[in-house]
């Protein structure tokens, strides 16, 4: 997974810049919620301005910034809350989005920077919209009641030679028991969690900061219930979603639903609080959306509201929330918190 979305020119992420857009007909293979309104940027700006006030910093740290969109969205409406920042740290893996990314935010040049990997201390608040989500996981397969690591291998016999799976037993299971002795396929995520602790312990060397990552995912008694048997591994390509990995490595995206449990574990046992757990849908209402909608013209409005709908982006998005030290009531989490559930 991680050569077929990073390998330097050949990856799919590191090969162009087109693969995000805002839908059918621009080439681009899926759309993220910053491409399909501004209001999302916008609404999400309420939150990192409580935020940069409760942890007395003046830095955002984004990771994964796309088409950057959404930092132009933020730059834009922290400026008008009166919420200057010192600086605004974009951390991407790709050189291709990067140059887009320049281009989209010339206008914020005095504060916008870049950075290939985390300094040894950090402050500020953090941000990762569909992050976690794209980070390597490994498969776990259940097979007539044993377990297994399932991986690629290259299948010489053929010709010409192709990719295939294979399964090797293996003491890795997932966090918690599945009922059942049917054959099960599911993924653990131990990059997205080393990822969290990593930032945890830099944000704490810094003493003072916050994260938020939103995402597609469940939390764990959810992710590992016995009837996900097939797991949650897709790939995107087109506005079309398929379960191949193997086919046209480089050429889609690979991802993996975030086990959220797993996310607050991590990040709670390197030391950092969990503010909030909940649907996107509530989080934005939350951040006040309604009241932006009040003024937004009738497609801003139709765009906006497939943020928040159940059956769109509302319900399978989550948002969780971190912080150093004890944390604050976030307003992101007033109503509608699920933390209970992780």
Known sequence: ???????????????????????????????????????????????????????????????????????????????????????????????????????????????????????????????????????????LARVGGNWHERGVVVQDTCAPPRLGWADRPTALRPPLEVAGTHDYLTEVHPRAEAFVRTLAERLQRGGRGAAFFIDYGFPEAEYYHPQRAMGTLACHRAHRMDDDPLADVGEKDITAHVNFTGIALAAQEAGLAVLGYTSQGRFLLNCGLTERLETASIPQGAAALKLVAEHEMGELFKVIGLAVGEGWAARGFAAGDRTHRL
């Open 1 to 139: 997974m991680e050569l077929a979305l990073y390998a330097p020119g050949l990856g799919y992420y590191a090969r162009d810049a087109s693969q995000l857009g805002r839908g059918l007909g621009d080439g681009s293979d899926f759309v993220t919620a910053p491409e399909l309104s501004p209001l999302f940027g916008q609404t999400l700006a309420l939150q990192v301005a409580e935020a940069l006030q409760a942890t007395g910093t003046d830095e955002v740290w984004e990771f994964g910034a796309g088409t950057g969109a959404l930092a132009g969205q933020l730059l834009g409406a922290l400026a008008q809350l009166g919420q200057p920042l010192r600086r605004y740290t974009i951390v991407d893996v790709s050189g291709a989005l990067r140059g887009r990314q320049q281009a989209r935010l010339a206008a914020h040049a005095p504060v916008v920077q870049w950075a290939d990997r985390l300094p040894e201390a950090m402050r500020g608040v953090v941000l990762g919209n569909e992050v976690l989500d794209a980070m390597p996981v490994r498969l």
